[in-house]
């Protein structure tokens, strides 16, 4: 009965699991629609039989075995277009996951100079340019909806202090003896 009691309580608790979207990832390996193998075999056999009580019974055995051997598959139901064509398609998305995982590097590490160990990373990332972590807005980056979401702001709240260069910076007083006064804005 507890044991009974415990599977209905851990059922409860447990959730469905949901499959990652892996956009690119390696669902099977190459389509083949047949094989052909060649194989060569030897074998030497060397037996000998030897009976103490029965001295008559004893014999030697000496055998060779060669095989040549050649096997033609044809998986039935695949064609030799399916096959090339998914192994097309398998090939481009290797090649793309590849070219997105030097992306990602080449952004980071493309204009820096780097030692010698990563002569295939300079290699590669040649001509690129590396983006910043913490880029500023300039004019080519700035995002207008987040400009007018901080214009309205401002607008609204134009007692609150913000990180803005437009408005009056907080100056911190030279004389720092005694109680620190409370920042107030440059005039």
Request: one cysteine or more.
């Amino acid at each position: 009965m507890r044991v009974l009691l415990f599977l209905a309580f851990t059922l409860m608790l447990t959730t469905i699991a949901e499959a990652r979207n892996e956009y690119l990832n390696n669902s099977s390996q190459a389509c083949r629609y047949g094989d052909v193998s060649a194989s060569i075999q030897a074998e030497d056999r060397n037996t000998d039989y030897r009976q103490p009580a029965f001295p008559n019974n004893n014999y030697d055995s000496d055998g060779d075995n060669y095989r040549l051997e050649l096997r033609i598959s044809k998986f039935l139901g695949v064609s030799k277009s399916d096959c090339d064509r998914q192994n097309k398609i398998m090939l481009e998305n290797e090649e793309l996951k590849q070219q997105l995982e030097l992306l990602k590097v080449c952004n980071k590490y493309a204009d820096r100079p780097l030692p010698p160990q990563f002569a295939t990373v300079a290699e590669k990332c040649k001509g690129m340019k590396s983006r910043s972590n913490n880029r500023r807005n300039t004019a080519e980056t700035k995002d207008p909806l987040w400009d007018q979401m901080k214009q309205k702001y401002l607008q609204e709240n134009p007692d609150k202090l913000t990180y803005d260069t437009t408005k009056k910076k907080l100056m911190i007083p030279k004389d720092i003896t005694g109680p620190l006064p409370i920042p107030t804005p440059n005039k």
